[in-house]
């Protein structure tokens, strides 16, 4: 035999029974985002690596070590996209979708990164998001996160995530605040590891978010984000803050989240679970008012955010909040002998017109009843109906049930219509 050839590493296929799920999500999703007004936009996969280097900045951990870049053909420098957010800037910019308008749009697809493969955290991954551009009010940064509220209810799993919020604040005062907190690193520097040391000055918010528990430790005493904010920034948390007491959302404040992309402004959020082990965050965003217009458009004001969609899957299967499933088959038809077998798919055909969402499988491929029974079992369908020379003869059809103890009975068609709309009703 042939050698088999092999997926690549950390890049899974999804399979039936595994789809069933991703599907009943993906229209949740659908569903919840469309009863706010938000309307999809669908992008390529691969785009110009400038567009990532420029946005989501040079040192962070996706643009330093995770990016799939490839040279093109020609020479130019292509990268599978590692996130949406500066693709929808993009191509918001380039479709003049964002010169002085609002639009809130979403899109799910997947992503690539280059990281070490483990459970929650692969190397194609499928990200589902939300951005809302052209207001800089608090409002819709409520907005955002009242939404994904609202999804974990409809999951199921309100009660084992949670939200927590911190503000950026402006650049000028987050500029302050990087002068602070290197001063402070500056101190420590025995204590920094390589990468704390590295990002001391390219980046140094980012040693916050260390795993390093020496560092943490020392943290502990670091100038506060919180301390240096600017006043617009400080009311607009404020109101921020009001708006989820008033709708009922508890947040917990976290100084220490800065969040692993440079183009965040004021409010940065993620949703957490300690239900996944290491790879705890489902859902992550943020403000991001200064991107628009670094990618070429006019400066324009914006919020957003990226769920994981694979750890948002894992984690309906851990709860066991997958919830009932949509039958694959509702029937099964069986047939007899050439002449029935010629009939029952065009019966088959009538029967999905008059019978709306019925999933019908007519059988394939011959074989005597057993074998077909064996198949009809396997579908998951609820009953089979069976076509044999009398039946035909007598324009009726047997209705076998195969998941209840119930007699079979002989029905006419337009009797096997109504039954079958009763079944899937
Ligand atoms: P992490 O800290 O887990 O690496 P991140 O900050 O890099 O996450 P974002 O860029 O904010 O993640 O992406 C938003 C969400 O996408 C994450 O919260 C997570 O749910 C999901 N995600 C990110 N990277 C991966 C990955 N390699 N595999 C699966 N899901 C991922
Ligand atoms: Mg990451």
């Known amino acids: 035999m042939a050698k088999q050839i092999q997926a690549i590493r950390g890049m899974n296929d999804c399979l039936p029974g595994d789809t069933q799920i991703w599907q009943k999500v993906e229209g949740i999703l659908r569903e919840t985002v469309a009863s706010y007004g938000y309307q999809e936009i669908r992008f390529p996969i691969v785009e110009s690596t400038d567009l990532f280097k420029r946005s989501i900045g040079e040192v962070t951990d996706i643009v330093e070590k995770e990016m799939y870049t490839f040279a093109d053909r020609n020479g130019d420098s292509l990268t599978l996209r590692p996130e949406g957010t500066a693709v929808c800037v993009r191509a918001g910019n380039e479709n003049g979708l964002l010169y002085n308008q609002e639009q809130r749009l979403w899109y799910m697809g997947p992503m690539f990164r280059h990281e070490r493969p483990q459970k929650g955290r692969y190397r194609q991954f499928h990200q589902f998001g939300l951005e809302a551009f052209g207001v800089a009010t608090a409002d819709i940064d409520a ?3 009242l939404l994904t509220a609202r999804l974990w209810k409809a999951f199921g799993i309100s009660d084992y995530v949670r939200l927590e919020l911190n503000s950026l604040g ?6 302050n605040y990087r002068d602070a907190l290197v001063a402070f690193l500056e101190q420590h520097i025995d204590v920094l590891d390589e990468d704390a040391k590295r990002r001391m000055y390219s980046n140094p918010l980012r040693v916050l978010d260390t795993k390093n528990a ?19 920034s400080r009311e607009h ?18 100084e220490k989240l800065v969040r692993g992309l ?3 402004n004021r409010t940065v959020f993620e949703w957490v679970t300690d239900s996944l082990g290491a790879q705890g965050t489902v859902c992550a965003g943020g403000r991001y008012d200064g991107l628009v217009e670094q990618l070429g458009g006019k400066a324009t ?5 990226a769920m994981g969609m694979e750890r948002l899957v894992l984690l309906l299967q851990a709860l066991e909040c997958v919830g009932e499933l949509r039958r694959d088959v509702d029937v099964y038809v069986a047939a007899m002998g ?5 009939a029952a798919p065009v019966i ?26 064996k198949r009809a079992d396997k579908s998951g369908a609820l009953v089979a109906l069976i076509f044999g020379e009398d039946e035909l003869a007598q324009g009726v059809v047997t209705v076998k049930y195969l998941r209840e103890e119930k007699e079979q009975v002989t029905l006419s068609i337009n009797e096997v219509k109504t039954l079958l709309a009763d079944l899937i009703a």
Do not use: W
Request: proline content about 2%; charged content about 25%.
């Open 170 to 175: 402006s650049n000028e005062a987050r500029a």
């Open 338 to 342: 050439d002449k029935a077998s010629i």
């Open 214 to 232: 020496d560092i943490q430790a020392v943290l502990v005493d670091a100038p506060k984000l919180s301390e240096h904010l600017d006043e617009e």
């Open 348 to 373: 088959a055909e009538e029967l999905r017109t008059s019978v709306a969402g019925l999933r019908v499988m007519v059988h394939a491929g011959g074989g005597n009843f057993k074998k077909q029974f």
């Open 237 to 254: 948390f404020a109101n921020l803050c009001e708006r989820l007491d008033a709708a009922g959302i508890q947040y917990q404040v976290n």
């Open 262 to 264: 440079d183009y965040y």
């Open 301 to 305: 004001p914006a919020v957003g955010f």
């Open 143 to 145: 907005e955002v996160i």
